[in-house]
């Protein structure tokens, strides 16, 4: 199964890197990329519907996952950033607010209103 869910956002990537225009911000560890979380987020979370209000496990899964990823303030910082870019297309705003609804602690928000640089660790 997570080989398939690499596959995906592999092509993902390949796909989309260029329609969305993705910044490759790296993330402090330098093994992950913002179109890599995009492309991670956007498979399990958009296609997905809610369960009695409640995400997938899938799509919470992909959220968790980007914001283990963002270990240091300047990490959270480029998550964010990383994210407020897709947002700005209609296609992608279903992504607001996702990473509340999943109850995930000290998580990213995903929203083009806030001021990415006020993120702290």
């Known amino acids: 199964m997570s080989k398939s869910i690499f596959v995906v956002c592999i092509s993902l ?3 989309l890197s260029p329609i969305l225009n993705a910044k490759m911000l790296s993330y402090p ?20 519907a809610t369960v ?10 992909a959220i968790n996952d980007v914001n283990r990823h963002a270990e240091t303030t300047y990490g959270r910082i480029a998550l964010c950033k990383c994210f407020q870019e897709i947002l700005k297309d209609s296609r992608f705003t279903k992504l607001i607010g996702m990473p509340e609804k999943c109850a995930i602690p ?15 660790l």
């Not at 009695?52 to 899964?61: E, K, V």
């Not at 000290?106 to 702290?120: A, G, H, L, M, T």
């Open 29 to 48: 560890n330098g093994d992950r990329h913002c179109a890599m979380a995009q492309g991670q987020v956007i498979s399990a979370c958009l296609q997905q």
């Open 13 to 15: 990537l390949v796909v």
């Open 52 to 61: 009695n209000g409640l995400l997938h496990a899938d799509c919470c899964y």
């Open 106 to 120: 000290n998580v990213v928000p995903f929203d083009p209103k806030i001021d990415c640089d006020s993120i702290k």
